[in-house]
Nanobody, 124 residues
């Protein structure tokens, strides 16, 4: 089993930055890809970006390209999502996911483990 704990969410204004963290524990040795997803009220959970735990092979959904960056700290078993120039449409609960089981990396069903989520609210 793998446990994921997100942190770093909060209430910010348009144009501000936040850094989310995803700390992993448990049987993490076999983990390959991880991902960040988000879910706004009344909407389906959507893909934000994905990376290896070594911060390679990274890609993002178009709406966050150039603003969001995934990075990792292997020594701390932690991945980060740096979010810059935040917009009201970025408001959502953000989840990290791990335990990629194969297939498309932008689909929720491709990941076995999920964190509890952290709320990000961007006011205009």
């Amino acid at each position: 089993q793998v446990q994921l704990v997100e942190s770093g969410g909060g209430l910010v204004h348009t144009g501000d930055s936040l850094r989310l963290s995803c700390a992993a524990s448990g049987r993490i040795g076999s983990l390959t890809y991880m991902a960040w997803f988000r879910q706004a009220p009344g909407k389906e959970r959507e893909f934000v970006g994905s990376s290896t735990w070594s911060s390679t092979d990274t890609y993002y959904t178009d709406s966050v390209k150039g603003r969001f960056t995934i990075s990792g700290d292997n020594a701390r078993n932690t991945m980060y999502l740096q979010m810059n120039n935040l917009k009201p449409e970025d408001t959502a609960v953000y989840y990290c996911a791990a335990g990629w089981v194969g297939g498309r990396r932008d689909l929720t069903r491709s990941y076995r483990y999920w964190g509890q989520g952290t709320q990000v609210t961007v006011s205009s």
